[in-house]
């Protein structure tokens, strides 16, 4: 793939879930997105990207749509944007854009869809963050930017709370789990807090595995003998590959500080390129695992991501 594309149109739209409307030229805010757009703001999807060639696609089968009937704000031409992954960048003139996200869940259809049945958006768009700001404009030349090897891992954490969702009680454990990842260095890109079970939590695991490609999930809860303790159920409904040895290696450590330990259902899994972990539910059993982890964790990572060896000298 070249590393060098264009800017074939600029879209934009002051509310969400409608047509974008194609203008002359867009600002670039740092941190923030297109100036006057609906979905610029503090978050991970600031800017929406698609490929002119899927459009023309799209088009092939006969609909007859305009640039910016799917949401996108920048249409590209030179670049597979799905096959690029997250962490890629794109600078446009004095613009520098990062990948954060390939493709996205439709929670209400948009405007297209509803007039053709159809939209390629969730499939084939990317979304950006804004790292610095500047003009862009149809015609502008893009230049990729791979993705750094050496950059921070990413990481999100999940927190399964029949109560705690309910707002019935407090979660210290999920952002505990934030704070030491953060301190350890680890670019922490979401924290969720949801009920137990299986559905919501494989369809978040999912997500943030294949669309924001994270590198290493933890869950806090539901890894107990309570009938709504399904956590590794669903870790595993959605891995490719088992990990047992670190849920074996944190039930054998936790048994030093407590018998209860052996109840532990926990388990671990890989998929794809992202590590998936238990934790216990309490934020001492938290910290205790984490800090016992975060060394080899390290290890596992880089060769899961292929950025070392498989033997590591003591």
């Not at 050496?150 to 789990?177: H, M, N, Q, V, Y």
């Not at 299986?198 to 890894?223: P, W």
């Amino acid at each position: 793939m070249s590393n060098k594309g264009k800017v074939i149109a600029v879209c934009t739209s002051e509310k969400k879930g409608t047509q974008k409307a194609e203008v002359s030229c867009i600002k670039l805010v740092p941190e923030w997105g297109i100036e006057g757009d609906a979905h610029a703001g503090k978050w991970h999807r600031q800017v929406s990207m698609l490929g002119l060639e899927k459009i023309e696609g799209f088009r092939a089968k006969g609909a007859e749509v305009d640039f910016g009937a799917f949401g996108e704000n920048i249409i590209v031409e030179g670049f597979d944007l799905r096959a690029l992954p997250v962490g890629t960048r794109f600078r446009i003139g004095d613009a520098l854009l990062e990948l954060t996200q390939i493709g996205k869940e439709c929670h209400t259809h948009c405007a297209i869809y509803h007039q053709v049945g159809d939209c390629i958006m969730p499939r084939e768009g990317v979304f950006c963050i804004v790292i610095e700001g500047g003009e862009v404009k149809p015609g502008d030349e893009i230049e990729l930017i791979e993705a750094d090897p050496a950059r921070p891992f990413t990481a999100a954490w999940i927190t399964l709370s029949d109560k705690g969702a309910a707002g019935e009680r407090e979660d210290k454990s999920g952002p505990l789990i934030g704070e030491m990842l953060t301190e350890a260095g680890y670019n922490v890109v979401e924290g969720l807090l949801i009920p137990d079970g299986i559905e919501e939590l494989s369809k978040q695991l999912i997500r943030l595995a294949d669309q924001r490609q994270v590198n290493v999930i933890f869950t806090t809860g539901g890894t107990g003998f309570s009938e709504r303790d399904l956590t590794p159920e669903a870790t595993i409904a959605v891995c490719d590959r088992m990990a047992p040895g670190i849920a074996e290696a944190i039930r054998a450590y936790s048994m030093t500080k407590t018998p209860t330990a052996m109840l532990s259902r926990a388990a671990a899994g890989i998929r794809k390129k992202t590590l998936i972990i238990n934790l216990p539910g309490s934020p001492k059993a938290v910290r205790e695992c984490l800090e016992f982890l975060m060394h080899p964790l390290e290890h596992g990572l880089e060769i899961m991501l292929g950025r070392t060896g498989e033997c590591a000298r003591p």
